[in-house]
């Protein structure tokens, strides 16, 4: 499968516990983004990545929320002391290109529970 | 930063029928203007994009209007089937991507 994978896809955690996801872009995409969805809603910006470097951060990402791309290839968010407004489908997406006008391609989520 | 607002939330059309779902956005700088369509339990996928130097865009039964005046944009969709069944979602972006809430569409046939 040459798409976006997303590890794991389901994950439930206690509250105060900490949790990392993994996201493998398509091979070769330059830009990869990190989105957060919650039932009836459309995907909301957390974060994205220009290769190694990341260029922007939502005001939803919050100091318990960091993501990495270390050497511009998989990219990890990890959630520290999760509450449970953090349950939601955590995507990720890459796009091709320096330019923000390309389609994105979006991995299957992972969808976590705190309970 | 960018706020895109979609409407209808829930659009509902007979079989055959067309189904038109609109768009707006507040970033005049935003210059590229993609629609998702999202089946239960799935990914969001793309189904048509726009960009800021075109005024409509059409795909066989699906077609895209943009009025950069108006910072507004549209979702056409004719000869309606089942399976176009979905939530689809606009996006606009400058730099990053801002989705619209969704609109779940229901096909009868």
């Known amino acids: 499968d040459t798409g976006v994978s997303q590890n794991p896809r389901h994950k439930i955690t206690k509250r105060g516990q900490n949790v990392t996801f993994r996201c493998d872009p398509i091979?070769?995409?330059?830009?990869l983004y990190w989105y957060r969805q919650t039932l009836g809603q459309g995907p909301e910006f957390l974060t994205y990545?220009?290769?190694?470097?990341?260029?922007?951060k939502s005001r939803l990402l919050s100091d318990r929320f960091s993501a990495e791309r270390p050497k511009g290839s998989f990219s990890t968010l990890e959630i520290q002391r999760t509450e449970q407004g953090d349950s939601a489908m955590y995507l990720c997406?890459?796009?091709?290109?320096?330019?923000?006008?390309?389609?994105?391609?979006f991995g299957p989520g992972t969808r976590l529970t705190v309970l | 930063g960018e706020n895109v607002e979609q409407h209808p939330s829930t659009l509902s059309v007979q079989e055959g029928d067309s189904a038109v779902i609109k768009c707006t956005y507040s970033?005049?700088?935003?210059?590229?203007f993609p629609w998702y369509k999202q089946e239960l339990g799935k990914r969001p996928q793309l189904i048509i994009d726009?960009?800021?130097?075109?005024g409509e865009k059409k795909d066989q039964r699906i077609a895209v209007t943009l009025n950069k005046t108006a910072k507004h944009f549209s979702l056409h969709i004719t000869e309606t089937q089942p399976e176009d069944s979905a939530v689809y979602f606009c996006?606009?972006?400058?730099?990053?991507?801002?989705f619209g809430a969704g609109t779940r569409l229901t096909v009868k046939p």
């Open positions: 990545f220009q290769n190694e470097a990341q260029l922007e």
């Open positions: 970033d005049s700088a935003s210059n590229y």
């Open positions: 997406a890459s796009s091709q290109g320096l330019l923000a006008y390309n389609e994105q391609f």
């Open positions: 091979s070769e995409h330059n830009r």
């Open positions: 726009i960009r800021s130097n075109v």
């Open positions: 996006a606009a972006t400058p730099e990053d991507m801002r």
